[in-house]
């Protein structure tokens, strides 16, 4: 993907503008910002399992990225046992 263009399963309305509020990103603005930052293709599905699997969201359901980050950070640690 060329900087700007959302992921393909976003709505074409929910990529993240300069003004996006990092602590408060809606599910389709998240899996476009992580996929456009170059770790490989992030979807609204994986980042619903996250959710439902214990992953930090807001009361209303956004989602701060720097909680989710820190969040995988633990998990992946987790896993590889360290």
């Not at 074409?12 to 996006?20: I, K, Y």
């Not at 992030?42 to 399992?49: F, G, L, N, P, R």
């Not at 969201?57 to 992946?76: F, P, Q």
């Amino acid at each position: 993907m060329s900087g700007g263009e959302p992921a393909p399963d976003t709505p074409q309305g929910a990529s993240v503008g300069p003004r996006a509020n990092p602590a408060a990103l809606g599910i389709p603005e998240a899996a476009s910002l992580l996929s456009g930052a170059g770790g490989g293709r992030v979807t609204q599905e994986m980042i619903a399992a996250d959710l439902a699997d214990g992953a930090p969201a807001n009361g209303d359901g956004t989602i701060n990225i720097v909680h989710y980050a820190a969040w995988l950070n633990y998990r992946l640690k987790q896993r590889d046992g360290d």
